[in-house]
């Protein structure tokens, strides 16, 4: 199963989804991520962030998801519409969700405050990733409505 992490700048949340998700998952799942503007760089704080962590960075980069290396099975969108922000659309037909997380790179204050609110992206999506990898296996293909269904719940969860 190949799972898209999908932002607009694809610069912070989505590679922190992507790396956190390839970093815990089973062997026969893999993550990609991208953004439909991207920013051309990953936040130093992001990768700052995956080393503290433990997870290998050196493979990520901003792209756009004209660059994919597969076919996405599942998309979920992790920009903030809540906040205004304006999630990309992908338009393929496969399952969606979206869990918005606030951009960490929109922070501002002490650089206490900033590593905050990167820890905080972090956090919550490490919870939602590990939630989703907790679900039955043959849950997308046995019952694809309860797997929608369970896409969408985890995007509420909060650690």
């Known amino acids: 199963?190949?799972?898209l992490f999908l932002c607009t700048g694809n610069s912070c949340r989505s590679i922190l989804?992507?790396?956190?998700?390839?970093?815990?998952?089973?062997a026969g799942m893999r993550a990609m991520s991208a953004g439909s503007q991207p920013a051309g760089y990953v936040h130093p704080r992001s990768l700052a962030l995956l080393a503290r962590?433990?997870?290998?960075?050196?493979?990520?980069?901003?792209?756009?998801?004209?660059?994919?290396?597969?076919?996405?099975?599942v998309v979920v969108t992790v920009c903030a519409s809540a906040?205004?922000?304006?999630?990309?659309?992908?338009?393929?037909?496969?399952p969606r969700a979206h869990w918005g997380v606030d951009d960490p790179a929109k922070a501002s204050g002490s650089e206490a405050e900033i590593d905050a609110a990167f820890d905080a992206?972090?956090?919550?999506?490490?919870?939602?990733?590990?939630a989703f990898l907790a679900l039955p296996a043959e849950l997308?293909?046995?019952?694809?409505?309860?797997?929608?269904?369970e896409l969408q719940r985890i995007g509420s969860l909060q650690p």
């Open 83 to 94: 906040a205004g922000e304006t999630c990309p659309v992908y338009l393929a037909p496969v």
């Open 121 to 130: 992206a972090y956090r919550i999506l490490r919870h939602r990733i590990e």
């Open 17 to 26: 989804a992507e790396a956190t998700f390839n970093a815990l998952a089973p």
């Open 140 to 149: 997308a293909r046995r019952d694809p409505a309860a797997f929608q269904a």
């Open 53 to 73: 962590e433990g997870i290998a960075t050196g493979a990520y980069h901003s792209k756009s998801w004209n660059e994919l290396p597969a076919t996405p099975d």
């Open 1 to 3: 199963m190949n799972i």
